[in-house]
Nanobody
Framework: VQLQASGGGLVQAGGSLRLSCAASGSISSRIVMGWYRQAPGKQREMVAF???????NYADSVLGRFTISGDNAKNTVYLQMNSLKPEDTAVYYCYAAVDRLYWGQGTLVTVSS
């Protein structure tokens, strides 16, 4: 399984970005995909994930601002990030839970104040 993440960049506080993560390889529609992030000097933390059936979970810190969605036909998940804050600055990693955890390469999101 390979994961290709994209969509990071520099944005001002209050702005929006959308991250994408495309999965390829031997996967089914029942996998869990999601995002973690790691800010400088901090531990990696869960941001959001979506199950194959469409149910979602979010970290409290992003609830109401971020939305995760999936396109099963494209094996792609999206993370729409609105009302971004400087504390959202981090490298965002997508993952897929198949037979084990697979990780994408990470995409940097920088939110300026």
């Amino acid at each position: 399984v390979q994961l290709q993440a994209s969509g990071g960049g520099l944005v001002q506080a209050g702005g929006s970005l959308r991250l994408s993560c495309a999965a390829s390889g031997s996967i089914s529609s029942r996998i869990v995909m999601g995002w973690y992030r790691q800010a400088p000097g901090k531990q990696r933390e869960m941001v959001a994930f979506i199950r194959g059936g469409g149910s979602t979970n979010y970290a409290d810190s992003v609830l109401g601002r971020f939305t995760i969605s999936g396109d099963n036909a494209k094996n792609t998940v999206y993370l729409q990030m609105n009302s971004l804050k400087p504390e959202d600055t981090a490298v965002y990693y997508c993952y897929a839970a198949v037979d084990r955890l697979y990780w994408g390469q990470g995409t940097l999101v920088t939110v300026s104040s």
